[in-house]
T-cell receptor
Framework: AQRVTQPEKLLSVFKGAPVELKCNYS??????LFWYVQYSRQRLQLLLR??SRESIKGFTADLNKGETSFHLKKPFAQEEDSAMYYC??????????FGAGTRLFVKA | DVKVTQSSRYLVKRTGEKVFLECVQD?????MFWYRQDPGLGLRLIYF???????EKGDIPEGYSVSREKKERFSLILESASTNQTSMYLC????????????FGQGTRLTVV
């Protein structure tokens, strides 16, 4: 079965602290993984995708096929990073499924 | 810029009413999706479509149906609205191959009373 698991519903860190949002997936094929972000009162939008292997707004994510994980990391959190983050899995270019989301709260 | 537009931002309907949620995209995407977004449950896929007149059930299709008569338009239908269908509904679209990034509409907050 295809599944995306985000174990933390809420993550609260202080400004300047490192942050890691966890994501594990279950998929028998070759996965395409994404992180999406939803800021307050804005529509859901792409943050980064594993194929690009780039850093966006200081965030990076590495696909670990052995551990079936795609954790999102940032070394120094900023207040403007406070948002809802969703990990997503695209299956063969058709269906895209999402995890339950993690709300990140960065305290001043 | 890719645009995915949902016809209503807020809707209030009565129990038992037939409800139509409309979504239009302007990027010639093959795939279109309907999700519902609930706190603690994330985005759950209701239905998706990978081509005109094609549809596939997602994880929670019960109580919903869809229609895709034109490539750019994907409609979600609640045949007989119930209070447990009160939710935020998100439409999205994507290419089928290559870059499969999903582009989202602004959402429709549906309240069934």
């Amino acid at each position: 079965a295809q599944r995306v698991t985000q174990p933390e519903k809420l993550l609260s860190v202080f400004k300047g602290a490192p942050v890691e949002l966890k994501c594990n997936y279950s998929y028998s094929g070759s996965p395409e993984l994404f992180w999406y972000v939803q800021y307050s009162r804005q529509r859901l939008q792409l943050l980064l995708r594993h194929i690009s292997r780039e850093s966006i707004k200081g965030f990076t994510a590495d696909l670990n096929k052995g551990e079936t994980s795609f954790h999102l990391k940032k070394p120094f959190a900023q207040e403007e990073d406070s948002a809802m983050y969703y990990c997503a899995l695209s299956t063969g270019g058709f269906k895209t499924i999402f995890g339950a989301g993690t709300r990140l709260f960065v305290k001043a | 810029d890719v645009k995915v537009t949902q016809s209503s931002r807020y809707l209030v309907k009565r129990t038992g009413e037939k409800v139509f949620l409309e979504c239009v995209q302007d990027m010639d995407h093959e795939n279109m999706f309907w999700y519902r977004q609930d706190p603690g449950l994330g985005l759950r896929l209701i239905y998706f479509s990978y081509d005109v007149k094609m549809k596939e059930k997602g994880d929670i299709p019960e109580g919903y149906s869809v229609s895709r008569e034109k490539k750019e338009r994907f409609s979600l239908i609640l045949e007989s609205a119930s209070t447990n269908q009160t939710s935020m509904y998100l439409c999205a679209s994507s290419y089928r191959g290559g870059n499969t990034e999903a582009f989202f509409g602004q959402g429709t907050r549906l309240t069934v009373v």
